[in-house]
């Protein structure tokens, strides 16, 4: 993950920016100043040189999934379906496209569409507590009690915290009066440190 203040910003975005001048076809200087900017929240800048980067190279992943970033922070949310779409045409393996596209489609209240990308990025990486959740409200938002309770179990069981998040979450409004869901989120909440 790029971390920089805003002096060490400045200075990164200058030694991409000479490194394009001097090759304007360096396609992994667009990448990484778009990652820059991406991380510093500067998301139509981060547009701008994404664009230049699928521009040499039409088939990146990488930058298909910085553009979806930088399309979701910018509240273009149906770019940023379209981009991670795209990333996972070219990586079906890349599991936080997977999620992120899950986890946009659920907030579209696409819900049946957000069951396969969530249930990939599960099993691409079965340690990702917030795959479980979104899913887990996924499901309650369809209203099946059992795969929200399960998959809404696991994610507890990975990040305990999960527990009180669901007791205030409108996804899970369908089961916040169920015996269950209190009990489960009761039990893991008694718990926390």
Known sequence: MLEFDEEHLSAAETLFRRALATDPTHQASYVWLGKLYVRHR???????V????LALDPNDPESFFDLGVAYHGLG???????????????NPAYARAQYNLGTLLLRAMDYEAAL???GEAIR????SSDAFYNLAATYA???EKENALQHLARAIV???ALASTAQRDPDFQSLHADPEFVALTQQRRSKEP
């Open 116 to 118: 396969q990308p969530l």
């Open 124 to 127: 691409l990486d079965p340690q």
């Open 158 to 160: 990975l990040k305990p």
């Open 42 to 48: 500067k998301f139509d800048e981060a547009l701008q």
């Open 141 to 143: 938002s369809l209203e």
């Open 50 to 53: 994404l664009r230049q980067a």
């Open 76 to 90: 273009k949310l149906d770019q940023a379906i379209a981009a991670f779409r795209r990333v996972i045409e070219l």
